[in-house]
């Protein structure tokens, strides 16, 4: 049995751009935020300038309430570079809006990931300017 944590400092960073900034703000500010398109309701997430359904231009910013079930997940024992601790469990969320995200499972044995387990977001600072999100086993 092995306690999944976060990853620490030295792994590679993801770089904000100036579409994705509020979504990476969002997480320094421990909010979760998704896109909603104006024109057809649907749910944009990673961020993007146009809607992933209908390529419409008027997305708007919403906080998610962090709250989804697991929808699959992986444990990884062979990281793609050493700077990764393993292993590491990567999930994909269905969070309760009804959009999907890719993160890694946190604060629990790597053995407990199951799809269908309901989870929530938790915030970790990397440094100053970045901060990931990942998500813990609802108890
Ligand atoms: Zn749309």
């Not at 799809?115 to 970790?124: A, D, Q, S, T």
């Amino acid at each position: 049995m092995t306690l999944l944590t976060p990853q620490h400092g030295d792994i590679p960073k993801p770089h904000p751009t100036l579409v994705s900034r509020p979504y990476w703000d969002g997480l320094r500010r421990g909010e979760l935020l998704f896109q909603r398109c104006g024109a057809c309701n649907g749910i944009t997430h990673t961020p993007a300038i146009v809607c992933a359904h209908c390529n419409g231009r008027v997305l708007s910013w919403e906080r998610s309430s962090g709250h989804g079930t697991i929808y699959s997940w992986s444990t990884v024992w062979r990281p793609q570079t050493p700077a990764f601790t393993v292993p590491y469990t990567a999930i994909i969320v269905a969070l309760d809006e009804g959009w999907h995200m890719l993160s890694n499972l946190v604060g629990c044995e790597h053995d407990e990931a199951e799809v269908g387990l309901r989870v929530e977001v938790v915030f970790h600072p990397i440094d100053g300017e970045i901060t990931l999100p990942y998500f813990q086993i609802i108890r």
